[in-house]
């Protein structure tokens, strides 16, 4: 993603409204690395500059995405998440807390693959789930403080 001067001036050459709002949003997403739904975002927005609409959240999202500027990812827990890093990357989230984390696949486009006929791929995505080490410490010490 790029920077938030350089997402002002993209918006900008494409006749968008630069807002204060947008600009705040620019630099919470830009480096963000949890993958924040548009509602988490926008509690994050809020307490920075109350105010803020939760339609001016998901326009400037949409606008983003729309300009390849993040991606949008479905990790399967329900609420879309918005990823800055648009690098050939995938995912693994956690089904205990549900943090996602960045991942990368060596040669995943050698694949493999079997089932595809009759499909056009637009897009790969491969998604790991399992426990982080937070939540599967966590588990471990109430197992032990148990027994």
């Known amino acids: 993603m790029k920077t938030p001067a350089e997402l002002t001036e993209t918006f900008r050459v494409n006749g968008l409204k630069v807002t204060p709002q947008r600009q705040l949003l620019f630099g919470l997403m830009y480096g963000n690395t949890v993958h924040p739904t548009a509602e988490a975002l926008f509690a994050e927005a809020s307490a920075r500059m109350p105010g803020i609409s939760l339609r001016t959240v998901y326009q400037t999202l949409a606008d983003l995405a729309s300009m390849g500027e993040l991606r949008l ?4 827990a329900g609420a879309t998440r918005f990823d800055p890093n648009t690098d050939d990357h ?11 984390r960045d991942v990368y696949v060596a040669e995943s486009d050698r694949l493999k693959i079997d089932g595809l006929k009759g499909f056009l791929v637009d897009q790969t995505s491969i998604l790991f789930n399992g426990t982080c080490v937070s939540c599967a410490s966590n588990t471990v010490s109430r197992a032990s403080a148990r027994g």
């Open 73 to 76: 990812i479905d990790v399967g």
């Open 90 to 100: 995938h995912h693994v989230v956690c089904s205990s807390c549900g943090e996602v």
